[in-house]
């Protein structure tokens, strides 16, 4: 299967650390990256796989992999942080791509 | 500055055809993959394919071959998803997206901001 599954939506309580997970057969071979998205916004990448932050995305934002599974971390929610987050990665054939399924994070 | 610029919204009938356009600036065009991923109202992101520049190879997700074609024009950094016949279920936003890819990493670094496609009767 080259799906990608996400938990719907999970909250956070400003200031304090929640974790996105992404499950998927592909992420045994290959590693997730993960976008950001706001309401009327384009996607944002955040975590360009693994855990490469591209410059001007803050450090609170990092990503982990564990067999078919990746986890975008985000210490120290802010209010900002609030939008969906995809992961994505390259699917069984590693020549096409796929999106995950998206969470909602919610800053409380 | 390197950029991703869209063609703006369009509204058309089911039975039309529509070619939208993203054209690249700021960076060696050819030289990267250009994708297309389709977000339909209040849904998630979905991976349509992605085209070559310099060579016009294509890729296109099974979920959408046949049902929408993409083209490029170098000589003027320009990438193009097509349709020839529309349909109500065609209405999404579609971004374009930079593939970037360093050594066995691959991800979108950079995104147009979008083109609204509405089909109705």
């Known amino acids: 299967s080259s799906e990608l599954t996400q938990d719907p939506a999970v909250s956070v309580a400003l200031g304090q650390t929640v974790r996105i997970t992404c499950q998927g057969d592909s992420l045994t071979t290959y590693y997730a990256t993960w976008y950001q998205q706001k309401p009327g916004q384009a996607p944002l990448l955040v975590i360009a796989?693994?855990?490469n932050r591209p410059s001007g995305i803050p450090d609170r934002f990092s990503g982990s992999n564990s067999e078919n599974t990746a986890y975008l971390t985000i210490a120290g929610a802010q209010a900002e942080d609030e939008a969906d987050y995809y992961c994505s990665s390259r699917d069984s054939s590693g020549n096409h791509y796929v999106f995950g399924t998206g969470t909602k994070v919610t800053v409380l | 500055e390197e950029q991703l610029v869209q063609s703006g919204s369009e509204v058309k009938k089911p039975g039309d055809s529509l070619k939208i356009s993203c054209k690249g600036s700021?960076?060696?065009?050819?030289?990267?993959?250009i994708a297309w991923v389709r977000q339909m109202p209040g849904k998630g992101l979905e991976w349509m394919g992605i085209i070559y520049p310099a060579d016009s190879d294509i890729r296109y997700s099974q979920s959408f071959q046949g049902q929408v074609s993409f083209s490029v024009d170098k000589s003027i950094s320009t990438t193009y998803l097509q349709w020839s016949s529309l349909k109500v279920s065609d209405s999404a936003m579609y971004y374009c997206?930079?593939?970037?890819?360093?050594?066995?990493?691959?991800?979108?670094?950079?995104w147009g901001r979008g083109a609204l496609v509405t089909v109705s009767s």
């Open positions: 997206a930079r593939l970037r890819i360093v050594g066995s990493t691959h991800y979108f670094d950079l």
């Open positions: 700021g960076y060696r065009y050819s030289s990267y993959w």
């Open positions: 796989e693994k855990n």
